[in-house]
């Protein structure tokens, strides 16, 4: 797909934007009181594949995540800041990677001056962030309510205030718990600026729903082109996070790894084949082929159906076929299914 083209800054040794790979972001859900804890959970999330990470600095004494994190990590560190203008320059100078402030919020053009100069100097990049619930009055009078209009409108207004002391090295995001006004002032910013694109749905809610409406949200604008980096929010472990938006890239062919397809089941079906499929899902996690691998039913949706995929399995009674590009290979018992399957990616 043909992506919107926009210009390019880097967090650290990321690039976003410019044509660079889609990147996956997600946010440290420890209370920055606990260091130990925020280390532990961002390796972790660097191992589940995330490549951006954000943490909250809302005080001084949050700044001493920094280090601690960088220490631990080899991807990039975002300092997630509202207001204080002080905790941007302090996070500068312990070693952050990028910024996420909104300028207007943080008081007089000397201070938007100051982070301005300091991000600047150490190549920093700025993430504006803009959401339903933090438009700037004037803005959300003139449209009534918060509209895509007024979310981009917001947008392009901070980006302004840096602007005026030549920083561009900015990147945008326009969330709403709505999926149809965020789509929409995606839509138009895409228009109005070429800034890299931060997407999601902010407050999307659990993990089952969160990752429908982000997964509308961010792909329907992703198979578009528009969008350079995504997180998905979930009221969940962020782990999930990353790994829905994994998913989410995956499905639209914009990450590597493999692809799983299979069959809903019916009144055909003799094996156990969710319990099936949800297996070969978990180990296929850690699996960087780009592959297409088919768990179906029966032979009726087995290697005709999905002939397409690399490699599948399909059930039979108490047994199954394991079978490659359409031909079938062998005959295996149910219980050894998933560990045939397994053993002939490997072999890929």
Known sequence: MERHKTRQVRAGKVAIGGGAPVTVQSMLSVPSTDIAGSVDQAVRLEKAGCQILRAAIPNREAVALIPAIKEAISIPLVADIHFDYRLALEAAAAGVDKIRINPGNIGSDEHVKAV????????????????????????????????????CESALYHASLLEKFDFTDIVLSMKSSRVDKMIRAYELASEACDYPLHLGVTEAGTARMGLVKSAIGIGSLLQRGIGDTIRVSLTADPEEEVAAARD?????????GPKLVSCPTCGRTRIDLIAIAGEVEKRLQNCQKDITVAVMGCVVNGPGEAREADIGIAGGDGEGLLFKKGQILCKVPETGLVDALMDEIEKL
């Open 116 to 151: 301005a100069d300091e991000c600047r100097r150490r190549g920093i990049p700025i993430r504006i962030g803009v959401n339903s619930g933090s438009l700037e009055k004037e803005i959300l009078a003139k449209y009534g309510s918060p509209t895509p209009e007024a979310l």
């Open 248 to 256: 989410i890239l995956k499905a639209l062919g914009l990450q590597h």
